[in-house]
């Protein structure tokens, strides 16, 4: 079976979307006096996403993978979570949070598909 760079996966490719979204988002719209509190904690969040993707990725072992996709899917819940509070303190628009929840949605139906995928593949079963 030849190799697959983590770069190639569509659940990657689709969770640093997110990244690079979260990453504008703060850049524009957030106030520099959140810079050590909301917007450190969001783009931590964001970036932990496909860190642990790409680290599960390099463990060769799907028990590994499962459980670095796990604490990907986490990060991912508390970026949104981020986010809503970005709304509900003003600095987000409805219209920003909801572009934010669309990519949110492809995202974490992706996680998910790759964790059945991997737990498919440690019991010997077709995906």
Do not use: W
């Not at 106030?31 to 783009?43: G, M, N, S, V, Y």
Request: glycine fraction near 4%.
């Amino acid at each position: 079976m030849e190799y697959k760079s983590f770069t190639k996966l569509d659940v990657y490719q689709e969770c640093r979307k997110f990244r690079k979204m979260v990453s504008d988002t703060v850049k524009k719209y957030f106030p520099k006096d959140e810079k050590f509190l909301i917007t450190a904690q969001l783009l931590d969040a964001s970036r932990s996403i496909t860190a642990n993707l790409a680290e599960g990725h390099g463990r060769f072992y799907y028990q590994d993978s499962i459980k670095f996709c796990r604490i990907s899917r986490g990060s991912l819940e508390e970026s949104l979570e981020h986010l809503i509070t970005a709304f509900d303190e003003g600095y987000l628009t409805s219209e920003i949070l909801k572009t934010h929840k669309i990519q949110y949605d492809t995202c974490l139906r992706l996680i998910n598909g790759y964790i059945r995928y991997l737990d498919n593949s440690k019991r010997g079963e077709k995906a």
